[in-house]
């Protein structure tokens, strides 16, 4: 047994075959993958890694099966799974997964790959679990796959305590105690226990304030839109594979970056924290009134937003590496499916739930679609994207100083 003293759980004890996965290489190079990819530009604190977060997410899949009276070769798979749920995430996290997906179509729970060869077959194999059947519960396959990853999954119990915690801010408290003790399986379905109504809304209004302050933070999301810029010209301008971009580190991604004449300006800006500002940060109503339109810039493909981007450059007049358009999904709060059993029916927690229905409402108006560009070019870059992208802007567009301070000029259309 190994005990590790934790940040957050204090101290986890770490058995069987999750001991013998922890020094395998996989699960080593977690400790070069930040947690929250650029977020340490806002919240300097913010350095912590996937390695003690997979451990965090260990020990209350740990707790979560001793509640539910889960032992045997079903624990040992879970913990597993656990432990191991983050072993395919790239450089700087979920910064750029979508990147990657888009030319691997392999997002980061795709790990059959890792676990199947290799030193984490073998441990598996050693303690009688098949690397086929973990990799699918790190994709949420099977009963207690829910557990590892699903709507009221441990991941999210730690990840949120975690980044509460080590940003500083104190959005992202929960129960994840009581959360891990109430959880019972019903018809196959994880799901918490009567009286947990409450139990399960405070989940969901910690994500949704740590969304606008932490995961969304408008200096995070430039400095990510950056880093995949610069990332997409190095596969591009490189003999760098996709498949070597999904299993570079941290430190690696950076230093090929610096190496690389395409990117070594993005690099110097994220080194040096020169970061391109805000030229325009518009609201959904801004971009769609009609929330079921698909024909907007909201559903625009990697291909239509670069055509975005070099028109808008066009129109302003400077170089297209001077435009950055980051452009969120449509707003989805997959916790809202969460179940809760209430007077012995198995219900959706947003049907249960008038809290969460508002915080539905909410994320829809957190949303922001962001053009960022030097500070130097703010102003005419944000006239034209108003122009080029047929934003509805009646207040104001942003215009963003090297300090970080901004002010709102008015737009009258010209």
């Known amino acids: 047994m190994t005990t590790i003293k934790d940040s957050v759980h204090d101290h986890i004890e770490v058995t069987g075959v999750a001991a013998a996965l922890l020094d395998t290489p996989p699960v080593q190079r977690l400790r070069r993958v930040h947690q929250l990819g650029t977020a340490n530009l806002v919240y300097p604190s913010a350095n912590h890694t996937r390695f003690e977060h997979s451990l965090g997410v260990y020990h209350l899949a740990c707790e979560a099966l001793d509640g ?4 045997g070769p079903r624990a040992k798979r879970t913990q597993a799974a656990a432990l191991l749920h983050d072993v395919g995430h790239g450089p700087f996290s979920h910064t750029i997964e979508d990147l990657i997906h888009e030319h691997t179509g392999k997002y980061h729970d795709d790990v059959a790959d890792l676990l ?14 098949d690397p086929a059947r973990v990799a699918g519960m790190v994709r949420g396959e099977g009963e207690l796959g829910q557990v590892v990853a699903g709507e009221l999954d441990v991941d999210r119990m730690d990840y949120l305590v975690r980044d509460a915690h080590h940003t500083g801010v104190p959005y992202g408290t929960i129960d994840h105690g009581r959360l891990v003790r109430e959880l019972t399986i019903h018809d196959g379905r994880l799901v918490l226990d009567e009286g947990n ?16 302050t932490v995961y969304n933070h408008h200096v995070a999301r430039i400095s990510k839109t950056m880093l995949r810029r610069a990332a997409e010209r190095l596969l591009a301008e490189t003999e760098t594979t996709p498949n070597e971009l999904r299993r570079m580190d941290d430190p ?41 339109a ?14 975005y981007e070099r028109a808008i450059a066009d129109r302003a007049g400077v ?23 209430v007077n012995g029916d198995v219900r959706r927690l947003d049907e249960q739930s008038t809290l969460v229905r508002a915080l539905q ?29 047929g934003l509805d802007i009646d207040g104001a567009l942003v215009r963003e100083t090297t300090s970080g301070q901004y002010s709102l000029d008015e737009f009258d259309g010209a």
């Open 68 to 71: 539910l009276g889960i032992e």
């Open 116 to 129: 199947t060869e290799g030193e984490v077959a073998h441990v598996l194999d050693e303690h009688g679990l």
């Open 197 to 212: 109504v409450q139990t399960a809304e405070s989940l969901l209004l910690a994500r949704a304030l740590m969304n606008p």
């Open 252 to 292: 690696a991604l950076q230093v090929a970056l610096r190496k690389c004449d395409a990117t070594s300006e993005f690099a110097r800006r994220l080194d040096e924290r020169d970061l391109y500002k805000r030229a325009v940060w518009a609201e959904m109503g801004d971009v769609d009134d009609d929330v079921f």
């Open 294 to 307: 698909d024909d907007t810039v909201i559903d625009a493909d990697d291909a239509e937003l670069r055509e």
């Open 319 to 341: 170089e297209p590496d001077a435009v950055l358009l980051d452009v969120q999904s449509r707003p989805r709060m997959r916790e809202s499916d969460s179940r809760v059993l």
């Open 361 to 389: 409402m909410a994320q829809r108006e957190q949303w922001r679609l962001g053009v960022y560009a030097p500070a130097a070019h703010t102003e005419p870059v944000g006239r034209a994207a108003v122009d080029v992208l």
